[in-house]
């Protein structure tokens, strides 16, 4: 597992054990994040950056 990957097991892993959310948000918590890596060519945590939410949000506003 890649070390971005994990990242985003571990943040749907909180969603589900500390903020109780539903496996349905669980779901389109992943399905967005996994958008926004593969988007923003995404190969580690370090790569995120405030302008890469930035255009990612403003592609989705867009779209």
């Known amino acids: 597992m890649s070390e971005i990957q994990a990242a985003?097991?571990?943040y749907l892993d909180y969603l589900n054990v500390e903020k109780n959310r539903s496996p349905a948000t669980r779901r389109n918590y992943?399905?967005?994040l996994e958008r926004?890596?593969?988007q923003a060519n995404i190969k580690s945590v370090d790569n995120i950056t405030e302008?890469?939410?930035h255009d990612f949000r403003a592609?989705?506003?867009s779209a």
């Open 8 to 10: 985003i097991k571990d």
């Open 30 to 32: 992943q399905r967005c």
């Open 36 to 38: 926004f890596i593969k």
């Open 51 to 53: 302008r890469s939410i």
């Open 59 to 61: 592609s989705l506003a």
